[in-house]
């Protein structure tokens, strides 16, 4: 997963959700929409001295899983033995080879600058990911596809700010929701669908702040809405 293929799937999503071309790069996505994220940190592996990419800054030696890999396949991870007269010397040979893996994946493919990646598929600048596709700088994630600067969200599919959120869609900046579709700015809302600005709502549809309208009037507000999100 390179930076061009992250970003036609960037264009994708902002397609999909707002239905114009996406007018950002990556790096104005990032500092637009996931500037408040925590997202992979880009450490040094104290191995290879290349540039790799952690889940956790804490630690003060990195290993990319690549690099522990090719140490294994050629000792076993095994170094030579040495005379260890007590546990200061115990300690110090610990932290000789005691370094926190980066890049960890499993079962993945196409995977770029991220970090604990399980059985996921096209992942850019993530973390937490599980059994996800096309997923752009995000933190946590089980069964979503095509979301972008997401948190700990499950089962949903074209959403930006998605946060603790389940079976949602088509929608940007959505937090502990469920099954809310086609809308932006909703919070603690279920079964809603084109709605934006609204809070603690269920089984509506063309709702602004809680507030019931038209068909007509919703369409009309939420153009202007769009551009307020794309260009502020």
Known sequence: MDAAYAQEVLDKII??????????????????????????????????????????????KFKALESSYNEKVSTDGLRPKKRLDGLQ????????????????????????????????????????????????????????????????????????????????ADSFDVSWSESVTSSFFMQDCKDVSDSMFCTSLSGKRFCIANMQYEQEEYDKMKQEVIHWILSS
């Open 15 to 60: 397609a999909q959700i707002f239905g114009y071309k996406n007018p950002l790069s990556l790096e104005q996505f990032t500092n637009k929409f996931a500037f408040d994220l925590n997202l992979p940190l880009q450490v040094v592996d104290s191995t290879s001295r290349k540039l790799t990419w952690t889940q956790s800054g804490n630690a003060s």
């Open 89 to 168: 010397d115990v300690l110090r040979a610990w932290e000789e080879v005691n370094a926190t893996l980066t890049e960890r994946q499993f079962d993945s493919i196409n995977v770029a600058e991220s970090d604990n990646i399980v059985a996921s598929e096209n992942i850019y600048r993530s973390q937490d990911i599980v059994r996800c596709k096309n997923v752009l700088f995000s933190d946590g994630g089980i069964d979503c596809e095509y979301v972008a600067a997401n948190q700990r969200s499950h089962a949903s599919t074209f959403c930006i700010r998605l946060a603790d959120s389940f079976k949602c």
